[in-house]
């Protein structure tokens, strides 16, 4: 298998184990604020996602604008993005009210935004260096790895946990 097909794998199924965990989910438990650090299971999936709409668009693609800031602003169903690297995340998951419907619509469309970046690269392309601030120079295919697929990953179990110190049932399998 080609590398490009790899990472498409595997970015397709890391996106489907995160809205199969996500299946079960109503608003209320979305927004539900855990007792201390732990983030309310609507702001982990915001986070996930749009974390992965602005690296993928802003930072690999070259500064292109994030859907969240082109065709899908004021749609994507989270009040507010989530802060910069660095910048207080709790807070922000404390206070961020996010629309399930809406924000699973504006995730597809970012799962499908990824998909064709990825499938418009090649293999020479996965080693080409990236400098992203705040995250260091690495090659593409790094980046591509950590956003797409180890990210969602693990804040996917997260949202399991979450769900299952409420009673319903974590993962799809």
């Avoid at 293999?123 to 969602?152: C, Q, S, T, W």
Wanted: aromatic share 8%; glycine share 12%; with cysteine.
């Amino acid at each position: 298998m080609d590398p490009i097909s790899m990472f498409k794998m595997q970015i397709e199924t890391a996106h489907g184990i995160v809205e199969g965990t996500m299946n079960g989910v109503d608003e209320k438990l979305c927004q539900k604020l855990p007792e201390g650090e732990a983030h309310p299971i609507g702001a982990t999936y915001a986070h996930t996602v749009c974390g992965e709409d602005f690296l993928i668009n802003m930072a690999l693609r070259g500064g292109k604008a994030p859907l969240m800031m082109g065709e899908w602003a004021g749609k994507t169903g989270v009040s507010e993005p989530p802060p910069a690297p660095g910048g207080d995340l709790l807070a922000w998951a404390k206070k961020v009210q996010v629309d399930l419907a809406q924000a699973r619509k504006y995730a597809q469309a970012v799962y499908a935004n990824t998909n064709e970046y990825v499938g418009s690269l090649s293999a020479a392309d996965l080693d080409e260096e990236v400098d992203i601030p705040g995250f260091g120079k690495h090659p593409r295919a790094y980046f591509l790895n950590m956003i797409a697929v180890i990210h969602p990953s693990n804040h996917c179990g997260e949202i399991a946990a979450m769900k299952g110190m409420n009673g319903v049932r974590g993962y799809p399998f």
